[in-house]
């Protein structure tokens, strides 16, 4: 069960939430983990187990927790615990060793804080592993038999990766746990399903801005989405799947189909609660819908944009925090049902926290399936972008503003693939009185939209040519994109600022038609006055059909036969 309290007169200031105090350790006596652990100094996590509430704030008054302002997360059954007091790194560590030895709880754990943004993060009991290429099947079943393990999904998301339960109560015991799996020379990696905080990279603002600018404008700051329209409007063989806190299902301005939910808060990829509302935006900028006389019109209007449902959105306090919340396994079986589904294309509008090692193998491993996977650089004006915009097989975008320059939020930095639209930006949001503005469309800021914009025009490129590698296809639009900042690639710009139209017409396969002599599309009287043009003796001239050096009537029937049919 989950233990839900209510909080009638609880106050709470920027200094109380978790992440906002941590003290630093070096941990170098611990076989596993990093070398130093960040420790929020108000916060601990635990896992009541099936404890009374009664029993449960007897707990909490024993082992000096505000129990009156615990709050449930999202995973399992696992609580944000607040201290009575702050306390040191070396004390909060004591002090859930000795709560996780006394049986009162199931599990405990420091909170503990990653990532570029030092965003919160914790163990759980759970392992994800996963075996070495061409490794002995055996050897799992003797290191679940050596460590006391249990088998729960023997193939997470279908990325090859083992989830494990375990009886382990405390952080530093999984810590151990997983070093010493991580050490048999068969297992690629080992640690725990941890629940993880990300972040959306979004920045709300004034609605007031209503042109979709990106798309299209006098300046010619954008990315020629008419002029892409006219080749292309997508196709719904290529799908998109937004790796977020759900799409609304029911909004009339989005072209989709229904999507996953892997979170346990909903279904087919819907938002789940009052503050899940970061997706639905960012899937307006893919495939809102276009010609319907309502809202908006995303880049890639007829390709058809899917709900991985991989977060839920954070709310402590009655307060949605702009967090994302997660475990693992979660964002795995994401990845890996979005491959599954055929989809070629996802994006990932999130990051700056902790790093995952099951993540970023799915990351990886469906890359080489074929698919592109797209993530924002991040919000915080740094040159450090951070997980899991940095992933090698993941391309990184930052965010533009309508006069072309850098968003002064937008983080850039080495490994950043292109620019794209991120400032001021007009999409979809959920529909009714829920969502940011209480209306189906809002103005937002952030890397959040600029990524999508990127994954959409890799799905138009995809339209036009399916068989293009996710290699060629990020080649292709690299190659296309306008130049802005420092000549060539740059920091801040990467390839340029990605162009749409540019990018379908050079993806463009073309149709081969030789008897299209004059090169117009239509074989037609034109050709044939071409090839009488240059009738007799023209090596390598275009109205050498057959190729033997001489125009002659074997032209002219070679034309007749594919009269109007190129």
Known sequence: ??????????????????????????????????????????????????????????IADRWGLDGQAFEDSSVGRLIYAPLHRPMTGLQVLSLVDRLARSGAVTFASPLFLGGTRMLPWAPTNEVLLQLETGADPAVLETLIESHNLHLIDPDVGGQRIVRLGSTRTSAVDM????????????????????????????IPNDPE??????????????????????????????????????????????????????????????????????????AGCVAATINNAIGVVGVAPECIVRAGKVFNEISIFGFCLGFLEFQDAWVVEGIGWAADQGARVTNSSWG?????????AAFNQTHEAGVVH????????????????????????????SNGTLASFSTYGNGLFTAAPGAGIRTTDRSGSAGYDGGDTTTIDGTSFSSPYVAGVMAMVLSMDASLSPEAAADLVAATAEDYGADG????????????AAAVEAADPGTDCPADVTGDGVVDTHDILQVLSDWGPCEGCDSDIDGNGMVDVDEILAIIASFEGC
């Open 175 to 202: 810590f151990s746990l997983c070093g010493d799996l991580e050490r048999h020379p068969q297992v690629s990696f080992a640690h725990s399903n941890a629940m993880r905080w990300t972040q959306t990279c979004e």
């Open 374 to 401: 797209v993530a924002a650089a991040g919000n915080d004006g740094s040159a450090n972008i951070g997980w899991p915009a940095n992933l090698a097989n993941v391309l990184a975008v930052s965010a533009m503003q």
């Open 489 to 500: 690639w740059d920091t801040q710009y990467g390839h340029g600022f990605v162009n749409v």
């Open 352 to 360: 700056g926290g902790s790093a995952s090692g099951s993540i970023s």
């Open 209 to 282: 801005f209503g042109s979709q600018w990106g798309l299209h404008q006098s300046s010619d700051h954008d990315m020629d989405a008419p002029e892409a329209w006219d080749i292309t409007k997508g196709s719904g063989d290529i799908q998109v799947v937004v790796l977020d806190s759900g799409i609304d299902q029911n909004h009339a301005d989005i072209n989709q189909l229904p999507g996953a939910t892997f979170t346990g808060s909903s279904s087919d990829g819907h938002p789940g609660n009052d503050c899940d509302n970061h997706g639905t935006a960012v």
């Open 1 to 58: 069960m989950l233990h839900t309290l209510l909080l009638t007169s609880v106050m709470t200031t920027p200094a109380q939430l978790p992440g906002a105090a941590y003290d630093s350790l070096a941990m170098n006596n611990l076989s596993t983990g990093p070398d130093v652990l960040h420790v929020d100094c108000n916060w601990i996590m635990i896992d009541p187990g099936d404890t009374s509430t009664q029993a449960l704030m007897a």
